[in-house]
């Protein structure tokens, strides 16, 4: 490994709240036994701070490179990352994104930074496994794609992925939607795309944890239609404060399509050094226009199993929606 790559400084930034203790000791104590070294990591704990804090010192045993910033305001999970990654130090190289109850394997770090040589974001494969150890999948089995497929369906999970400092110029502050779409690894991940490449290798880096307090987790694909009517519902309810048929047509508007286009939008005037790679990307979501190139790309992605039927369907219908309502 070239020693610059072996020897280069970065922070792991982990959003912390109310976590399982005998899980988030396990991370950490992973966390702290990488084969890289040189690292800071800081903790943002969303409430409970003085707690967390206190664990933290427990189980690392006055190893400085961890530290906890705490926060009395309770912002979520995607405020949560947003405010780590504010606190990330200018003198970092890379970032890697870590949740609070997974279990990284020893040379997680050396295996994924050496890509940032070449990419602006790097990320692996996990084993989905209980919080009891049984496994539910070998691979997440992630695969590299087009940005116009990313767009779509997100393919970068935070928790894997290690990316350049720099792109913090482009990523903060984060995009706001208020959809359950709105997610920051899909962000992060887009944002990497469209400047110097997001690569997802082969290799198995981690255990992703799945258990019943898991914000996100490893999706469902599967489609069950009284399932996706109970959550249009909800989600109308949560988001546009009514279940009616008004509520559910933005919710449905905003929940594929919105989303894409809240990302592209802010891209366009964040990066608009990029915007050769971009152009395609506002034409997928430009309402009320490229019907054709938008179904060539939905066919595109689905041909290819980049993207599922009812992601396709889902976001088909969203710029339906927009189309009608002029948004």
């Known amino acids: 490994m070239n020693d610059q790559v072996r020897t280069s400084f970065g922070v792991v930034a982990l959003a912390a709240y109310k976590p399982d203790w005998n899980l988030f000791r396990r991370q950490l104590q992973s966390i702290r036994d990488q084969s890289h070294?040189?690292?800071?990591?800081?903790?943002?704990?969303?409430?409970?701070?003085?707690?967390?804090?206190a664990f933290v010192d427990e189980t690392v045993m006055g190893d400085t490179r961890f530290q906890v910033i705490g926060f009395d305001e309770r912002l979520g999970f995607y405020g949560n990352f947003e405010r780590v990654l504010e606190h990330v130090p200018v003198d970092a190289t890379w970032i890697a994104l870590s949740d609070q109850d997974d279990f990284w394997y020893p040379n997680k770090l050396d295996t994924l930074i050496p890509y940032l040589t070449h990419y602006s974001l790097a990320t692996g494969q996990a084993r989905v496994v209980t919080e009891t150890g049984a496994v539910l999948a070998e691979s997440t089995n992630r695969c590299n794609v087009p940005p116009a497929h990313l767009?779509?369906?997100?393919?970068?999970?935070g928790g894997l992925s290690v990316f350049r400092r720099e792109l913090l110029a482009t990523v903060l502050p984060f995009p706001r939607l208020s959809n359950p779409s709105e997610n920051h690894d899909h962000w992060i991940g887009l944002c990497a795309a469209v400047a110097e490449g997001a690569y997802i290798a082969d290799a198995l880096v981690q255990d992703y944890v799945q258990h019943e307090g898991n914000v996100l987790g490893e999706p469902d694909r599967s489609?069950?239609?009284?399932?996706?009517?109970?959550?249009?519902?909800?989600?109308?309810?949560?988001?546009?404060?009514?279940?009616?048929?008004?509520?559910?047509?933005?919710?449905?508007?905003?929940?594929?399509?919105?989303?894409?286009?809240t990302m592209v939008l802010e891209l366009r005037g964040r990066a608009p050094q990029r915007l050769?790679?971009?152009?395609?990307?506002?034409?997928?979501?430009t309402p009320?226009?490229?019907?054709?190139?938008?179904?060539?790309?939905?066919?595109?992605?689905?041909?290819?199993?980049?993207?599922?039927?009812?992601?396709?369907?889902?976001?088909?219908?969203?710029?339906a929606v927009a189309s009608v309502l002029r948004r």
């Open 37 to 53: 070294d040189e690292f800071l990591c800081l903790i943002s704990a969303d409430g409970g701070c003085d707690e967390i804090k």
């Open 288 to 319: 009320r226009k490229y019907w054709i190139k938008k179904l060539a790309v939905l066919w595109s992605a689905v041909s290819s199993k980049h993207v599922s039927i009812p992601s396709a369907i889902t976001f088909a219908a969203g710029a």
């Open 223 to 261: 489609f069950n239609v009284k399932r996706s009517i109970d959550n249009f519902r909800r989600m109308g309810h949560k988001f546009e404060g009514a279940g009616n048929l008004s509520s559910l047509l933005r919710v449905m508007m905003n929940i594929k399509f919105g989303w894409s286009r």
């Open 276 to 285: 050769q790679v971009l152009e395609p990307l506002l034409e997928v979501v």
């Open 151 to 157: 767009l779509v369906d997100n393919q970068i999970t």
